[in-house]
């Protein structure tokens, strides 16, 4: 069961403007949520990590938002460029073990236009 | 700009053969993953390393084997390879405690099995 929701699936936007991503999960106990970025094949690189006190996270033009009461993060890019085409990850950890057990949304495919 | 390598990266094999995806890092973490990742999907766990001589399996099933001999060194192994192997291959590395521990990704390898 995918404890890790992501929406939407693909977005395509205008160069410029700006957007958000949306990312619920229902992974317990909480211990930490990051956001990473994909490009085409490409690893995931990290942009953001946000613990259970943290309820905004900001990188340049990403801003991550985290509310761990209603289990829901976003991500927010301002006047997005070219360059911000790419998959968008939400990744939850838990505090189950030692190893912090990692689940994986799907991601949102953002396709940046001129 | 993490430095951890992958090789080859795209790789395309036919049905039986043994194949042996190479990772390395310069970072000096202990902590060691393979990920598979087939479009649209979601990261799988594989097999992750604490260090070396620690190996184990991860959340998805997989026919392929891990070593650490070295902490730099974390090759996987497909001793028979089969057109079910088509995938994503991506490696990653972490260190520090898993509440702040954010994972390093190499750039993947594509494996084709024809």
């Known amino acids: 069961k995918n404890q890790v929701e992501q929406s939407p699936q693909s977005l395509i936007i205008l160069e410029g403007k700006n957007c958000t991503l949306q990312c619920n999960y229902t992974v317990s106990p909480f211990s930490n949520l990051r956001w990473y970025k994909q490009d085409t094949g490409r690893g995931p690189v990290s942009l953001t990590i946000?613990?259970?006190?943290?309820n905004t996270k900001s990188n340049g033009r990403y801003t991550a938002t985290l509310d761990a009461d209603t289990k829901q993060s976003s991500l927010h890019i301002t006047a997005s460029q070219l360059s911000d085409s790419a998959s968008y990850i939400c990744?939850?950890?838990?505090?189950?073990?030692?190893?912090?057990?990692?689940?994986f949304g799907r991601g949102t495919q953002l396709t940046v236009w001129p | 700009e993490a430095d951890i390598y992958q090789t080859p990266r795209y790789l395309v094999i036919g049905t039986g053969k043994k194949i042996t995806l190479e990772c390395s890092q310069t970072?000096?973490?202990?902590?060691m993953y393979w990920y598979q990742q087939d479009p649209g999907m979601e990261l799988h766990l594989i097999h992750y390393?604490?260090?070396?001589?620690?190996?184990e399996k991860g959340d998805l099933s997989s026919e392929s084997t891990v070593s650490r001999i070295r902490t730099e060194h974390f090759p996987l192994t497909l001793e028979s390879a089969r057109p079910s192997h088509t995938s994503q291959y991506l490696c990653a590395s972490s260190e520090g405690s898993h509440t702040r521990e954010t994972q390093y990704f190499g750039p993947g390898t594509r494996l084709l099995v024809l």
């Open positions: 990744v939850v950890s838990d505090r189950g073990s030692t190893l912090g057990r990692l689940y």
């Open positions: 946000m613990t259970f006190s943290e």
């Open positions: 390393s604490y260090g070396v001589n620690s190996t």
């Open positions: 970072m000096g973490h202990d902590k």
